[in-house]
T-cell receptor, first 116, second 117 residues
Framework: GAVVSQHPSRVICKSGTSVKIECRSL??????MFWYRQFPKQSLMLMAT?????????EQGVEKDKFLINHASLTLSTLTVTSAHPEDSSFYIC????????????FGEGSWLTVV | AQKITQTQPGMFVQEKEAVTLDCTYD???????LFWYKQPSSGEMIFLIY??????QNATEGRYSLNFQKARKSANLVISASQLGDSAMYFC??????????????FGKGTKLTVNP
């Protein structure tokens, strides 16, 4: 069964609004979670690394104020897309790693965001 | 710079036959991990197999095996006895050490595998 759960799986929002995506580790404590973005027919691009209890580390070119990441507990990280625009429409997927997850990095089911 | 290269945008294989998906990597770090993930049309990323840079033997997981050739910096995925359900995108990834000790993944562009009946 899934060890990382992501919600919602699909969301449609109006331009200018904000939308929150949750990523939960189910079977282990995730000290680190990662947020990726994937455009159609392209590879996954890392957006940021989320560490429990500290600020996220963003990759170059990713706007911190637009993609807010919160990792408040060892099992939950959230990505909030603020003031969403149609160009933010994409597939967002998280992954999680913990001290007991071994070498495996598990991914959530992903979230399809459509901004209209 | 660390980089993963998958040179096959698409591959076709007949059901029940074996197929090899290519992956080469570039890194100057002596310690790294190599992963293969399967992504069906639903979008989820399914972990298939892992190979550590210091592992002496090639990793195997059921019908999946990783042909690890360290000197050539290649980590090809071999799928034996292909099934129709194997049709999907396949991504090769390499783990890089973040500050703080966590590992982040760098992905190749992927290979779309189609299994024909």
């Amino acid at each position: 069964g899934a060890v990382v759960s992501q919600h919602p799986s699909r969301v449609i929002c109006k331009s200018g609004t904000s939308v929150k995506i949750e990523c939960r580790s189910l079977d282990f404590q995730a000290t680190t979670m990662f947020w990726y973005r994937q455009f159609p027919k392209q590879s996954l691009m890392l957006m940021a690394t989320s560490n429990e209890g500290s600020k996220a580390t963003y990759e170059q070119g990713v706007e911190k104020d637009k993609f807010l990441i919160n990792h408040a507990s060892l099992t939950l990280s959230t990505l909030t897309v603020t003031s969403a625009h149609p160009e933010d429409s994409s597939f967002y997927i998280c992954s999680a790693q913990g001290p007991n997850s071994g070498n495996t990095i598990y991914f959530g089911e992903g979230s399809w965001l459509t901004v209209v | 710079a660390q980089k993963i290269t998958q040179t096959q945008p698409g591959m076709f294989v007949q059901e029940k036959e074996a197929v090899t998906l290519d992956c080469t990597y570039d890194t100057s770090d002596p310690s790294y991990g190599l992963f293969w993930y399967k992504q069906p049309s639903s979008g989820e990323m399914i972990f298939l197999i892992y190979q550590g840079s210091y592992d002496q033997q090639n990793a195997t997981e059921g019908r999946y095996s990783l042909n690890f050739q360290k000197a050539r910096k290649s980590a090809n995925l071999v799928i034996s006895a292909s099934q129709l359900g194997d049709s999907a995108m396949y991504f090769c990834a390499m783990s890089l050490l973040n500050q703080g000790g966590s590992e982040k993944l760098v992905f190749g562009k992927g290979t779309k595998l189609t299994v024909n009946p």
